[in-house]
């Protein structure tokens, strides 16, 4: 297991993958109840083409969880020291829902740094669903811990053709997510969403290339919105129709030939 000691003792965990072979590395950007158990099988694909990196953001997975403010500023200087840790000059951020948000922040922070976001299910504007959803999960981790937690997000963070595609294991999904989260860290993960600031106030000034992907069947995050933000950013917008929130497990196979063209990974992606 590898850690990146940050400045105030935490550590960061993370797993690379991949040699530095002068091009931009790629890291990937946990949404909140993804661990770096969630994009491995993915990142693993791009270990050829990048040096590729998934870390547990702090208050996750094997991350440490202090009792300071955790804020998308903390997170964004969090991944700053993990990119001088790996001696990372350039790379590309691959971001979830929250990972997103913090892709975003660091795009803000480090403005040489970043050669391009791809934004995976986040809107211009949060919707009044997303803010009554997030409440909702606290009560349910307060009253039923872990186990209520993920049985509440599931309807909402998979599309209905993938609730009916794997109905027979949807209960090993959540049990699986169980192990790999713990629950004071969740609290702290879910609580810190009132603090959060407007998408409008973190988004970076200056123009890089940008991805926004949305599920057609997203209900925390509406087409229209992930379509305001690719404009917003000046980048492109893709909306993937049966999809729902978790694009990575409901849509892996399009999410890795998009990151691949986006990145021009491939000889093939590269113009000539």
């Not at 991944?79 to 829902?97: A, F, M, P, R, Y």
């Not at 999904?173 to 004071?184: M, S």
């Amino acid at each position: 297991m590898a850690f990146c000691n940050l400045a105030d003792g935490q550590g960061l965990y993370y797993e690379a993958f991949g040699e530095d072979n002068g091009q931009p590395a790629i890291i990937f950007l946990n949404g909140t109840a993804q661990t770096t158990t969630n994009w491995r099988p993915l990142a693993l694909q791009f270990k050829t083409y990048r040096h590729v990196v998934v870390y547990d953001a702090r208050c996750q997975g094997r991350s440490g969880c202090d009792a300071g403010a955790l804020t998308l500023a903390q997170h964004a200087c969090d991944l700053v020291q993990l990119l001088d840790h790996l001696e990372i000059e350039h790379c590309g951020l691959v971001g979830l829902s929250h990972g997103a948000r913090i892709g975003l922040a660091a795009a803000g922070r480090m403005e040489n740094r970043i050669t391009g976001l791809v934004l995976l299910s986040i809107g211009l504007l949060s919707s009044a669903r997303m803010a009554r959803a997030v409440s909702a999960w606290r009560d349910a981790l307060s009253s039923g811990g872990l186990e209520a937690l993920m049985h509440a997000m599931i309807p909402l963070v998979f599309g209905e053709r993938f609730l009916r595609e794997h109905h027979a294991i949807m209960a090993k999904i959540a049990e699986a997510l169980v192990q790999r989260n713990d629950e004071a860290k969740m609290a702290r993960l879910l609580s810190a969403f009132d603090g959060t600031p407007s998408i409008e106030s973190i988004l970076p000034v200056h123009n890089l290339p940008v991805l926004v992907m949305t599920g057609e069947d997203d209900p925390l995050v509406p087409a229209n919105e992930g379509q305001a933000l690719a404009r917003r950013l000046e980048g492109d917008h893709l909306l993937l129709p049966g999809i729902g929130h978790s694009i990575p497990a409901e849509a892996p196979e399009r999410l890795v030939q998009e990151i691949e063209t986006f990145f021009k990974l491939k000889p093939d992606n590269v113009a000539s």
